[in-house]
C-alpha cells in the first residue's frame, strides 16, 4: 500500500494546480454509459478510483482510453452487460453509480453492494427506495443489488437525507422514466451539478440542480457528447489548510471559489488570509492561528472530506476549538494517529475537542482512509523530524500526482520500501 518518509518543518510556498473533480468524474463515467457513441471527457484526474470506474466500464463491454492529458474517451455500444463485477465494484463506493445508468439505459442491473473508506455505515436504502418509486423491482440478496425494470415512470421521491449518490443515481434512472420525476430534498452539492450539467449535454432534460428539489423530464434520447469536469473542491481546500497551517503564501489555481465558501470563512475566522482571483485563490498567515468551532454539514455547509485536514490546522491554534461531524460515523479514525505526533485531541462521541497549540513530532503512522491520508501529510509536513506515512496508496485514490505537487511546493520526501 506504500510508504513514505516526510520530513517536517520546511515551509511551503509556490503556486500549485488543483486537479478536476474525483466525485464529479466518477458520477460522469457511469452517466456516459447511457448514450451510445463515443463521449470525451476532459480534465480527469489519474487516480485510482477513475481506474477502478473505467475498469467497470470496460466489463461492462465499453472501451476506454485516455486520449492526452485529463483528456478520456469512452466507446459506448447500444448494448452493455448490466453485472458490474464483484473485484471492482467492491473497492469503491462510486460502483454503485452504475446502478441507476443500466437501469435506465439497459433495463436491469447487478452491482456489488459498494465498498470504499470505512466511514462507518452508509446504506444504500435511499438509492433502493427511489428506484422503487420510478417503477424498478428491486432486491438485495448475497451482497448483491438486483434491480430491473421493463419500464419507468415519473415519480414524485422525498429523500430523507440529501445523499448526493442516492441524488444522482435517481436522476440518471429518471432521465429515462416516461413523464416528470422530482427528487426533494435532493444533495445541493456541487457535483450533483456538474452531472446535471452533463446529462443535459447528452440530451436530458434536467432543472434544480444544485437546490433541494430537482426536476427530470424523461424519457431522454440520448446522445453523445464532449464535456470537462469541474476542479476538485476538496483537493483545492486541502491545499488552502495546508497554506494556512504552513504560512504559504501558496497560490492554488484552477478553482471555483463559490464552491469554497465554507472553507474560506473558516481559514479566516482562524487568522489566515484568503484573497480571490480569477479561478484562484491565495492563502497566507501572518500571525497565530485563533481557535474555531467547525460542523460538518452537507453543501453548502462545511464539508466532512476536509474535516481531518482541519483537525490538524486547529491542533496549532491557540486555545480550544471543537469540531463536530455529522455526516459520517467513523470520520475521526484519524484522531489516533495524530495523537501518535502529539496532537491533543479526544473524541465525545460525535465531537473532537482539539486543544492547541501542540508541536508535532515525527512519527510512523499508519492512514486510515484517503481525507485522513491528507490530513496525516499535512501534520507531517509541520512535525519536528521525520514522519513515516504507512499505507500511502489510499492518497493515490483520489490525489493527482499528491507527491509531485507538495515536492514543487518545497516539501521534502522520500518513498520507502514496504
Not at 30 to 51: C, K, Y
Not at 400 to 414: C, F, I, Q, Y
Amino acid at each position: 500500500m506504500g510508504r513514505y518518509g516526510v520530513e517536517g518543518g520546511h515551509p511551503l510556498q509556490g503556486s500549485v494546480k488543483v486537479s478536476g473533480s474525483k466525485n464529479a468524474s466518477l458520477a460522469l463515467i457511469a452517466a456516459a454509459t447511457m448514450a451510445p457513441g463515443v463521449t470525451v471527457l476532459e480534465g480527469i484526474p489519474a487516480i485510482r478510483d477513475v481506474e477502478v470506474m473505467l475498469a467497470i466500464t470496460r466489463a461492462l463491454g465499453g472501451e476506454a482510453q485516455w486520449v492526452g492529458a485529463g483528456r478520456l474517451s469512452l466507446r459506448i455500444p447500444t448494448g452493455l452487460n448490466t453485472t458490474v463485477p464483484f473485484a471492482e465494484g467492491r473497492q469503491i463506493r462510486a460502483s454503485s453509480l452504475f446502478l441507476g445508468a443500466l437501469v435506465a439505459a439497459q433495463g436491469r442491473a447487478e452491482v456489488p453492494l459498494p465498498g470504499g473508506c470505512d466511514l462507518g455505515p452508509r446504506p444504500v436504502d435511499l438509492h433502493l427506495k427511489g428506484l422503487a418509486a420510478l417503477g424498478a423491482q428491486v432486491e438485495v440478496e448475497h451482497g448483491l443489488i438486483k434491480a430491473r425494470a421493463k419500464s419507468l415512470e415519473g415519480a414524485r421521491i422525498y429523500l430523507d437525507f440529501p445523499s448526493v449518490g442516492a441524488t444522482e443515481n435517481l436522476m440518471m434512472a429518471a432521465c429515462q422514466a416516461r413523464g416528470q420525476t422530482v427528487i426533494e430534498n435532493a444533495a445541493r452539492e456541487p457535483e450533483v451539478v456538474d452531472l446535471a450539467n452533463f446529462l443535459n449535454a447528452m440530451g436530458a432534460h434536467i432543472r434544480g440542480a444544485g437546490t433541494d428539489v430537482i426536476k427530470i423530464d424523461g424519457p431522454t434520447v440520448w446522445r453523445p457528447a464532449t464535456y470537462s469536469v469541474i476542479p476538485d473542491r476538496i483537493e483545492a481546500g486541502t491545499f488552502l489548510i495546508m497554506g494556512a497551517v504552513c504560512g504559504g503564501p501558496l497560490r492554488v489555481v484552477n478553482v471555483i471559489s463559490t464552491h469554497l465558501q465554507p472553507v474560506i470563512a473558516k481559514l479566516r475566522e482562524a487568522g489566515a488570509t484568503v484573497e480571490e482571483g480569477e479561478g484562484l485563490l491565495e492563502v497566507y498567515r501572518e500571525g497565530p492561528l485563533a481557535p474555531v468551532h467547525v460542523k460538518t454539514m452537507p453543501y453548502p455547509g462545511f464539508p466532512t472530506d476536509l474535516q481531518s485536514p482541519m483537525l490538524v490546522l486547529l491542533s496549532q491554534a491557540r486555545g480550544t476549538s471543537i469540531v463536530v461531524e455529522t455526516v459520517f460515523d467513523n470520520r475521526f479514525q484519524v484522531v489516533q494517529e495524530l495523537q501518535r505526533m502529539g496532537a491533543n485531541i479526544r473524541v465525545e462521541g460525535s465531537a473532537a475537542v482539539v486543544v492547541g497549540s501542540t508541536p508535532l513530532c515525527g512519527a510512523e503512522v499508519q492512514i486510515p482512509d484517503l481525507r485522513a491520508g491528507a490530513a496525516l501529510t499535512i501534520a507531517a509536513l509541520l512535525a519536528r523530524g521525520e514522519t513515516i506515512l504507512d499505507r500511502t496508496g489510499c492518497l493515490e485514490r483520489g490525489y493527482e500526482n499528491w507527491w509531485d505537487k507538495l515536492t514543487r511546493l518545497g516539501a521534502r520526501l522520500r518513498p520507502l520500501p514496504e
